[in-house]
Each structure stands twice: as C-alpha cells, then as structure tokens.
C-alpha cells in the first residue's frame, strides 16, 4: 500500500483543476482496500475515491483520504450460448475497455467510444451516448465494502440503475442496518460505502447496430453505408463527438454539466406554449426529457464565461475551462465553475421554471 501526502490533483481530474489531496493511496489490488481499512492510522478516516476524475468538480484541497482506483486489467471471463462476459478493472480507461472489446471482435459497447472516465465510474452514473447505456450491456460489478473489507457482487437490479444514477449516487439509507455481509441489500444507497473494484459486461454474439440516435443516422448518410459494421460505428461516434466535444486534454472540462431533466406531459405543454422550439423527447414511462442544452442555449449562454469559467461555443451543456489546464495558477477554480453553474441554473429556472440539477460530483 502506497501513501502519499500533500499529491497534486490537477492532472487527475478532467477539468484540470489545481486542487490537492492530502492524502492519497494507489489501489492497484483489492488487496490494497484491505490492507488500508486494516491500518489502525488510516483504516477510519473518511474516504473519497477517485476514478478518471471526469465527472468531479473541486472545490479546494480534499481532505478526505483520497483512494486513487487503478486496478488494471482486461479479460473475457466467461462465454454464454448468447454473450461474451468481459471483465475489466476499475482502474482502466473507459475507452480503452471499449477499442480492446472491437479488437477482439466483441461487439456492442462501440455506441459508448470515448466518453472519458475509467471502467469503475462507468456504472456509478451508468455512462450513456448515442442511444446506449451502460445498464444495457451491464452483466455484474465486483466492489469492496468501506466498512468491513468484504467483497461482494452486484448484478443489474442491485445497482438500481437510472438515467445518470446508480445506488452509488445515494446515501446509505439505513446506515444502523449496514453492513450485511457478502452483499448488498436492494434499495439501500452506496454512496461512500462501497468502491468499485472490478466490472463485467454481457456483450450480445448476436449484434445488431444501434442507429437510433439522430446524430448517427445523419453520419450513416453521409456515409451512404447500409449496413455498418461495429468499427464503422465506433469511428463515427468518435467523429461526432470530437466536433461536437472539447478535449480534456486540451481545455478542461467534466463533459455534460447538467442532466437533462424530465417534466410531465402536462408541464412540457406549457413550456411548448412558450417556446415552441424546445427540443423534446418522450420516455417509455410517460414523462418528458427536456435537452438542457437547448435551454441553456436558448438562455444566451452559449460561449459566455464568468471568471475562467465559460460554456462551450459548440455545446452549451458542456462547462469548461478557460484558464490554462496545466498551470496551477491560471486554471479555472472550482468555485469559478460553480459561479457559473448558479447562474446558468438562476437564468433556465427564470425562464422555463425547471431546475437543471449538476450532473458532476461537487467535492
Ligand atoms: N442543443 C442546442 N444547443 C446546444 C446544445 C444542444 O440546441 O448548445 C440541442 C441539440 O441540437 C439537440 C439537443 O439539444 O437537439 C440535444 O443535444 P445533444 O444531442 O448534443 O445531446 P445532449 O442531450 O446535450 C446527451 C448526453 C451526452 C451524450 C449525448 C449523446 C446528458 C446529460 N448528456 O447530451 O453525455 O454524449 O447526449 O448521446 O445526458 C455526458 O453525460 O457527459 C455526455 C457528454
């Protein structure tokens, strides 16, 4: 178990804010977990687990332990008459899990091409593009318990999958009931208990594409192929999203900032009245998505920056970086972005009366 103190963050998370943490220890093994729940100094002090660091916002140095997830390792796991299992550690890039899957001639995740993060933040939000989440080809996810050291398995229904949502987004809802041991109960949230360690995906011997998504068939005509092939899609979904995208690499950002928020049918007729334009589209439950983009677009925003902080030219759902990603003191703040953020969210509920809720985790 490595422990190191004082370790700049500003490379390990999307936004390239020039917070530290105090402490940090590299998990590289579930190993590691145990040995550091097990250590009379560091075994009771809170913890905050740190994947790819592309959905957080920091707000200052992290005083929390910092548990830097970098398990490594790709696998198929196990053949079934209709799915290839493939198994990756947490640690690895999300991305990469998905071009080692084509690669290997398993089909089904190309839809998901480089959405940033690692394969162990992957279900807390249940990743999802161009049509397809990650509850969609979620077989089961290995995690360890923060309070006892046990490992256990969750399969699909246990990590109680939503749109950007997971039991790890939730508060332990009955801490006094906590833990049961080997599992998981149903309904009770995650969030700070549990640290994803490894993650299996079903991937369908049965593959059909997925061109739902408008922005794909526009591609597949441009294109004029009719029948893509797994590769084709990936590359397409790559294209689209680096002209649509900013680079973390080059100007930070934490991708999406705000969910697209669902109203009734009866609230959406009402904003229609208003602003006939809004994009819309109905769920399989009866209620309405609303694109947040749309509506932070529609508000001016588009391009503007308070601070450092400034919202994308070429999508307005995507906060970002205007200082220098790489210099500790001419980078955006946390508290730059979060400016930004309230007034964004001030101006759509003025205007629409909807509460865009951060789609990032604060910390
Ligand atoms: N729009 C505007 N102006 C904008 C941005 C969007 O008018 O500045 C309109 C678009 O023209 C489109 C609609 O809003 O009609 C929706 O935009 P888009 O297709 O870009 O998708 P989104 O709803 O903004 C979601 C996900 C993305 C994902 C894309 C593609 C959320 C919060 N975001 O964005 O996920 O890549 O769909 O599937 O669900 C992420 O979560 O970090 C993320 C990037």
Known sequence: MLVEKNVPLQHCNTFGIAARAETLVRVRGEDDIRHFLADPLWGRQPVFVLGGGSNVVLTGDVAPVVLKMEIMGMRLAQETDRHWIVEAGAGERWHDMVAWTLSRGYAGLENMALIPGTVGAAPVQNIGAYGLELQDRFESLDAVDLATGEQFTLDAAQCAFGYRDSVFKHAPAQPKYWPVQGSAPRGLGLKGRAVI??????????????????DLQ????????????????FDWVCEIRRAKLPDPEVIGNAGSFFK????TPEQCADIIARDPKI???P???GSIKLAAGWMIDACGWKGK???????????ALVLVNRGNRHSVDGSVTGGEVMTLAKAIQTSVYERFGIRLEPEPVVV
């Open 283 to 285: 769920m399989d439950d």
């Open 218 to 233: 526009r591609k597949q005509a441009e294109k004029g192929v009719e029948h893509p092939t797994a590769r084709q899609i």
């Open 197 to 214: 360690t490894r993650v299996r995906l079903a991937l369908p011997k049965a593959w059909k594409p997925d061109l739902g998504y408008l």
């Open 279 to 281: 994009v819309h589209y």
């Open 305 to 315: 920056s308070m601070g450092r902080a400034g919202v994308y030219d070429r999508q």
């Open 260 to 263: 697209n928020p669902t109203v």
